[in-house]
């Protein structure tokens, strides 16, 4: 299994620009029209793009139930990366199956040390999303 999620989550490598462009600050509970000054000033995750996916690959199990009706694809979470750099308010933007959704919230939820994003040299709430993809690799492969 542990071969299964590491193919799977190596696919995530190709969608990195999918979800890097998909930061915005949080002003209360809406997202703002506010833009971050530049990429720099995005909230990040301790060795970026590398460093949530060897966390996935470290942390993400394939639900048994899925995998045996092998149901694949992306889960896509949305959440708050908080002033202090904690994520918060995770929520399935685009669901695939219920333990699918399940467990891409369970693993996001346990993501911490980000930088925070920075507004006006000030860290700010920011809407961070994350695709999750799950794939079954072909026994052929």
Not at 47 to 75: H, M, T, W
């Given at each position: 299994?542990?071969l299964?999620l590491t193919?799977?989550i ?26 971050l000054?530049?990429p720099?000033?995005y ?13 996935l690959?470290?942390n ?13 694809g992306r889960?896509?979470v949305?959440?708050?990366?908080d002033?202090e750099?904690?994520?918060?308010n ?13 467990e ?14 920075i507004?006006?040299g000030?860290a ?7 695709p ?10």
């Amino acid at each position: 299994m542990r071969l299964l999620l590491t193919a799977a989550i190596l696919l995530l490598l190709g969608t990195a620009s999918a979800f890097a462009q998909s930061y915005q600050p949080v002003q209360g509970d809406t997202l703002s029209d506010i833009v971050l000054e530049h990429p720099d000033a995005y909230p990040e995750y301790p060795g970026g793009v590398e460093g949530i996916v060897k966390f996935l690959v470290e942390n993400l199990r394939y639900p048994e139930d899925a995998c045996s009706l092998n149901i694949q694809g992306r889960v896509i979470v949305r959440f708050v990366v908080d002033t202090e750099g904690k994520v918060t308010n995770p929520e399935v933007v685009h669901s695939i199956y219920p333990s699918l959704d399940a467990e891409a919230l369970r693993v996001v939820s346990l993501l911490e040390g980000f930088t925070p994003g920075i507004k006006d040299g000030k860290a700010v709430r920011t809407w961070y999303t994350l695709p999750i993809s799950f794939r079954i690799p072909d026994p052929q492969d």
